[in-house]
């Protein structure tokens, strides 16, 4: 088939999280044999973010890491549609994208009915801001592509579009594996984006707090950290990386012996069976991973064997000391983990459901 993803950026994961995924799904369905084309708005967020605070280095090397991913940049306002989606099967539309240009496809979809047109959407909004994602007009598309059951069901419960599939996130196994290291740099990293004070008060108590009561040697790596964050990461002795690569995290959960999930309040209050992609990063990995609470209602899990779960700052501290000092019970969680990844939560996994999508259309 011919497919046409409309990403808000493929070349950078500053701040975008979603990029691990999508990246993922174009490298399957090159390798299944499909010819795709990613588009990425010129000036995108995440990229003039990236150059900004790292230089151009960084979009070298992901070339060099994803040989056989490319996109073509576009303005989305003169982007002409006729020529990107001429003999294309199947479309999909990220939700990062302006609602103009995702109005603009929906209506060229109703004048060309060669292809299936699909939105795509990884985010809370649909929860946390619903009058942003009523500006989205779906009334030309064939469905909704929701990451997880609760997110599937308001689309459909609000009217916003007739058809909606859970298609949840998952790793690209290509690249998160698990790696190697003589010697471990530390006991604990965490992964993770400040996330705009939508968790601030679990990050203290179920990663800053644990940390400085058990006085690990921990490293943090992510992006827009307030100050007063940062300060309170030194006086707890925690080092923060900044931004990292996406890709490069296989090879720093090799270097340490734990890592934690902390997500944000309006997955584990109001969107619950949506565990974002740290979960199947760190478990790809094969490290040992303690979440703060959340709620698997969709069962992609097994709590207490893929993972340890903590249900506050204090048992966390237990899990993360247990972990650390039994190196039998750390590598069987770990192993566990990673066997529940490849056998169910792969990016070839998530084409395949997205194939049998466009084929049910």
Known sequence: MKIALFYHSLVSDWNHGN????????AALI??????????????????NLVAEQGRGPLAEFRARYPLLTSQEYDPVTLDLDQALGGVDLVVVHEWNNPAFVA??????????GYRLLFHDTHHRAVTAPEQMRAYDLSR????????????????????????????????????YPRTSQEKEGD?????????????????EFLVD?????????????????????ALLRTAGIRHGGWV????????????????????RPYVEALPGIPTIRPFEALACGIPLVSSPWDDVEGLFTPGRDFLLARNGQEMGRHLRALLADK?????????????????HTCAHRVAELLAIHAQL
């Open 188 to 204: 604990l990293v965490w992964i993770g984006n400040w996330g705009d004070e939508e968790r601030s008060a679990e990050l203290r």
């Open 245 to 264: 690569a996406n890709y490069h995290a296989p090879e720093i959960f090799a270097r340490y012996r734990v890592t934690v999930h902390v997500p944000r």
């Open 328 to 344: 039998q019970m750390a590598r069987e969680l770990a192993e566990h983990g990673l066997a529940t990844i490849r056998a169910r």
């Open 19 to 26: 990029a691990h995924f999508l990246r993922g799904v174009a």
């Open 104 to 113: 603009r496809v929906g209506q060229h979809r109703a004048r060309a009915d």
């Open 141 to 176: 598309y064939d469905g909704v592509l929701a990451y997880g059951n609760v997110l599937r069901d308001l689309y459909l419960q609000r009217g916003w579009t007739q058809r909606a599939w859970t298609w949840h996130e998952a790793a690209d196994t290509s690249v998160f």
């Open 31 to 48: 390798q299944d044999g499909h010819a795709v084309t990613v588009y990425e708005p010129v000036g995108a967020w995440s990229v003039e």
């Open 210 to 230: 644990p940390v400085a009561v058990l006085g690990l040697r921990a490293t943090i790596h992510g992006v827009r950290y307030p100050e007063g964050t940062l």
